[in-house]
């Protein structure tokens, strides 16, 4: 009966599909009416469509829900298991065969593919009962009654992805269980290696798998977020979390997008990370809002038992005070998986464990709680004294952070994947006595030697200002009264006008702060928005000369990709320069953000380093005077309102004459500048010249292509990446996943590009017409040498010194014939 139904609906729908092939948009499917072909399922507001989509290169076909304005993007699949291999499906409501189906009509039998009961007991002895299934604007498939009731819905079975609504947990009384599975791989919705599950033997947590081990672990729920993802409380404006926990009953957690909030996701994806995606409706494409493991702390277990991860730290695995690893050796060879062992046992002695105690571990997410003692109920005191009691608790903390802390948690055995986190929670570690005595003996030592510092600091402060006095009272500054020959291409304004326009330089107006004074934004009386740098009178004399050099150099200086200065005021003693305002401040407060940084696109991204290669281009050769900037850094790179990249600063920079090629250099007594962004032969031995410039670009386009800053041996790391034929693991994952191949390509070349910047030598480093031509893809690209750094040799300067802010007379050549050590940059 159930073969002579299934030819039949297969028959009629056939050729029904044979007279039209478009049919009108709907949201329900009934009994009385079918899907085949390219039709779809379409949600009352067009936000979900369901239907049927092609993957492996368009060899196998799915049963699929997607979003209407990214159709690429699959939230839901049915048949991950049984592909079709053509687009044949037909997809049907039948009592008789359990509810919701997905037919095969390539078949000569008409075979399901796929049905609802197969993932739910329920949906299968209700079947006779569904009348129709609908596509709601959440996301849910759902298969009702002619009352109404759901009998079954794909909110209940996710595949790869986290909707809001969609829970994740289980149900202790009945054994359902809600996760995460993979795909197999970006174009197989195939389950593929890793699943997101719930924890709940202990305090509730997340935890991803992989063939049977535990791969990265979001910590134990607090009462407001997961312990290892204290981000959580930065997205509640966006985001309303809910933890659900009823004693004997369901165990889960689900997210839901507060009014007004964009489309999101969370996306499990093929390589075990999980990504919080976020729709930006202006660039019509996905921002990676959160991903997790984020860094090599979030590996599990990555310290062993008894470790704790650092990703600050220069080596990222120690242990917890009172342990030390269980190997030296091992750990000296950077294998920390044995993790550490106590240097002394626990007493558990002295009537209850009165012997032992607790080190409080502060900012951490919590150890593994697997097999754990949880009492919700419990205060802070009371676990402390049960985990004393009893000889085998290792560790106790809170269970819950609201309010003061309440609840108890206790670790019994070792303490797995503890990793230090901002905004972390207290962990009370159990210590033998003689363990504490000995910190609280180091910790009384600490305090007298700091009294001693800090008595010693004092005097020398007092000694130095008693001596500023004297020498600010003697020092003829008639140099102020000489600052006209620097400012007559510059047009003056009117202090008063300045002042009311910052409202006094209010906090409130305060934008930032630097070595040459604060920086105030304002509004002048036409409306115009101004950005005013206004010299610390503390910073007169060093300030004075930055000003002077500035106003004289950036004002005879016009390019898109430079910052206007609009003019500069002299009032009694106060030195004011006053710019463009560039609204979305530095290159920095975007790259090296977490949450900031999935918003600059690689297009973006490509225009800021273009757009940096041809202001330095102009500085060094098209421009009235030839400048070496000196200290380009992400934080010297503005933004306007369109995302333009603009050079700023030029307090520091250099006129430089160079009239045989951009080898020529000269030698300054006086190295300032940004460590990391200076290149070897300047920071050893003074040796200037626009290779310096081309240097800091190389550092600077490799930490816009990465995110990272060059304080983690960026270098180092891009090197052995090329190297190893990885180079494209150092674009930024925010990014990564949403590039085309020719984006790739281009991420590559800027690779190569960066790596010829940061060469050794100036010689071996391209001036900046080269780079643009190379970026453009205009000019062949040499291959780059290992990376180095370079320590001085000795102490001594050379004989020649210029006044470090003038013009050069005569200059010192031949900047590569410097003496230097080498150091290999690699595993620094």
Known sequence: ?????????????????????????????????????????????????LGLFPAVNRSRWFLGIWFTVSPDTVVWVANRDRPLSSPSGIVAVSGARGGLVLLDGASNETSVVWSSSNSSSAAASAAAAATQAQLLDTGNLVLTDKDGNVLWQSFEHPTNTFLPGIRVGKDLRTGAEWSLSSWRSADDPSPGDFRYVMDTSGSPELHVWSRGRRTFRTGPWNGVRFSGIPEMTTFEDMFEFQF?????????????????????????NESGVMQRMVWDRSSMAWINFWSGPRDQCDNYGRCGAFGVCNVVDATVCGCIRGFTPRSPV???????????????PLQCGGGGGGEDGFYLLRGVKLPETHGCAVDAGATLEECRRRCLSNCSCTAYSGADIRGGGSGCIQWFGDLMDTRIVDGGQ????????????????????????????????????????????????????????????????CPTYPFEIIR???????????????????????????????????????????????????????????????????????????????????????????IFIERRRATLSWKKRMDIILGVARGLLYIHKDSRLTIIHRDLKAANVLLDDDMVAKISDFGIARRFNSSSGHQDCTITDRIIGTPGYMSPEYAMDGKLSFMQDVYSFG????????????????????????????????????????????????????????????????????????????????????QPRRPVVCTPMSATRPAVIVDDLGVEGGTTTCCHNGRLTITDLEGR
């Open 1 to 49: 009966m159930d073969k002579l139904f299934l030819t039949l609906l297969a028959t009629s729908i056939l050729l029904s599909a044979s007279a039209a092939t478009v049919v009108a948009a709907k949201s329900t499917l009934t009994q009385s009416s079918t899907l085949a072909g390219d039709q779809t399922l379409v949600s009352l507001g067009d936000i979900f469509r």
């Open 330 to 344: 091992e750990w000296y060879m950077r294998n920390t998986s044995g993790g550490c062992g106590r240097r002394m």
């Open 244 to 268: 659900t926990a009823t004693a004997g009953g369901e165990v889960s957690y689900q997210f839901r997008n507060r009014d007004g909030s964009p489309m999101s996701r969370v996306l499990l």
């Open 699 to 782: 550092v600077l386009l490799l930490e816009i292509i990465s995110g990272r800053h060059n304080s983690s041996n960026l270098i180092a790391h891009t090197w052995r990446l090329w190297e190893e034929g990885r180079n494209l693991e150092l674009l930024d994952p925010a990014v990564r996943c949403e590039c085309t191949a020719g984006e790739l390509e281009q991420a590559t070349t800027c690779i190569q590009v960066g790596l010829l910047c940061v060469q050794e030598s100036p010689d071996q480093r391209p001036p900046m017409a080269d780079v643009i031509n190379m970026l453009s893809r205009e000019k062949a690209l040499g």
């Open 500 to 590: 009311a326009a910052t409202n006094g330089f209010s906090e409130g107006n305060k934008i930032g702060e630097g070595g040459f004074g604060v920086v105030y934004k304002g509004q002048l009386p036409d409306g115009q928005e101004v950005a005013v740098k206004k010299l610390t009178k503390e910073n007169k004399v060093q300030g004075l000369k930055e000003f002077m050099n500035e106003v004289d150099l950036i004002a005879k200086l016009q390019h898109r990709n430079l910052v206007h200065l609009l003019g500069c005021c002299i009032h009694c003693s106060e030195r004011l320069l006053i710019y463009e305002y560039m609204s979305n401040k530095s290159v920095d407060a975007f």
């Open 426 to 489: 207290d962990l009370f570690v159990r210590l033998a006595k003689s363990e504490l005595d000995a910190i609280k003996n180091t910790k009384k030592f600490r305090v007298v030697i700091a009294l001693v510092i800090t008595g010693f600091i004092l005097l020398l402060l007092s000694l130095g200002f008693l001596t500023w006095r004297k020498a600010r009272r003697d020092k003829n500054v008639s140099v102020l009264d000489e600052s006209g020959d620097f400012i007559t291409e």
